[in-house]
């Protein structure tokens, strides 16, 4: 009983200690706002580090000579308590901050960016000061490689056993170093992630963005959150090149990081040969050609629907949720693919989420096989990914995250909708909460927000945000009985 509180404390000590990310990150809006002499936004940055900082230093220093290895049963706890508190510790400048935001509504931002999730219960983010703007964009920037990950590159002085925390909270049925050490593999991953970062900055400032619209706006476009400093979102600037780059960065996140570190090796055939990138590619350009068709005789050029097509097929496929257009008066066929991409979400290892195109990929091989099973019942069948033949657990696996993904998109349902939102316009909220999308269909479309819904519903979205980013299981492993047991 001893040790098992002693290690308990000594877990509670370790997120702590992880949790000094967040208040790293804020010291940069604080200095914005030091800047620009805005007092009531020093002290909404100033509260939440004051408070915490002494007691992640203490934890931090106290854990500094102690080597630590983590079990997978600890690296689930851990990941969790650490998005979750950094969804209420990011909320703290959101509710401190002059313009009025309630805690629930300051949580639900928090909640957003952290998970990447393009929604917001804000009318008016042009309102909003530019520290917290900027705030918001680096939460979510930071929230899309994911803080664990960040840590783990960072902070290997812990002793850490860090392929534990990443399996936790990467994406996807199959987690792989692309190097043999898995700081190393953070490194690298957030290195192409900064890299990226850079060349879309340096593109929205040619395309003719402002310095500060430029710096959110690829924060928030990497990390596949879609939030904006603008109120009209990138469709304010009305540049087919501002749009066209966003686009292809949208897709570009959206596939997976290892396969950079392949092109930077020169294993141009590894990259050919990844199915989850030929299925995605696939996905997106029968959706592209589908939409565009469709809406010609709405936009009277193929030019113009094609403009318009590709940018919301990217931003939903990647999750990014991001509009330009008010796609709800589109014909009845372009709103049901743009429906349907919502079911599907972007690769594994990325920052998009959703359900991933790799376990798409994998029940089609099955269903493939179990047809071919009928007819020939004493054959042996076996799906191929990467041109190497598949495990049976990652088909068990997969099977089992489409069950739960599909409860918790109805349980979700199923709440809001007992709160007085049409059936329509919850699942729709239900889908894009748990993909981390954000806009949708209905109450949550494109000329709407999260406002209007009861502060409890809130609530279950920011749960259902943070579960949904990190995967689903590593949350509700939680509330299975045997994970306590010892």
Known sequence: MRLAFLRGLTLLRLILTLLGIVDIIMAIPLIAALLTGDLPMIRAFLLPIGCSLPLILICFLSLRKKELHLSARDGFLLVFAVWALAGILGALPFYFSPCGISFTDAVFESACAFATTGATTLAD???????????????????????????????????????QLVKAEA?????????????????????????????????????????????????????????????????????????????????????????????????????????????????????????????????????????????????????????????????????????????????????????????????????????????????VFSIQLNKRVGRKDVIYGVAGFFCLYLLVVAATTLITAASGTDVFSAFSAALSITGNIGVGFGAVGPSHNYGAFPDHIKWLFSFVMIAGRLELWTVFLLFCPLYWRR
């Open 125 to 163: 983010v042009e309102a909003l000061p530019r520290s917290l703007l900027l705030w918001r964009s680096l939460a979510h920037w930071f929230g899309g490689m994911g803080i664990v990950l960040l840590t783990v590159a960072l902070f290997p002085l812990l002793g850490i056993g860090g392929f």
């Open 171 to 379: 994406p996807g049925p199959e987690k792989e170093k692309i190097t043999p050490k898995i700081t190393v593999t953070a490194k690298l991953l957030w290195l192409t992630y900064c890299a990226f970062t850079l060349i879309l900055f340096a593109l929205y400032r040619l395309g003719g963005m402002g310095w500060f619209d430029a710096l959110c706006h690829s924060f928030t476009t990497m990390a596949s959150g879609g939030v904006s400093t603008r109120n009209g979102g990138i469709a304010v600037f009305d540049s087919p090149f501002i749009e066209g780059v966003s686009a292809i960065f949208m897709l570009l996140t959206a596939i997976n990081f290892n396969l950079y570190y392949r092109l930077l090796r020169g294993k141009f055939r590894d990259i050919a040969a990844n199915t989850e990138l030929r299925v995605y590619l696939g996905i997106f350009l029968a959706a592209l050609t589908v939409l565009t068709l469709s809406l010609i005789p709405v936009y009277g050029s193929p030019l113009s629907a094609l403009r318009r097509a590709a940018y919301q097929a990217a931003s939903f496929l990647s999750t990014t949720g991001s509009a330009i257009t008010d796609y709800e008066q589109w014909p009845a066929l372009a709103r049901m693919v743009l429906f349907i991409l919502m079911f599907i979400g972007g690769c594994s290892g990325s920052t998009a989420g959703g359900l991933k195109v790799i376990r798409h990929a994998v029940l089609w091989k099955q269903m493939g096989n179990e047809l071919r099973r009928l007819i020939h019942p004493r054959g």
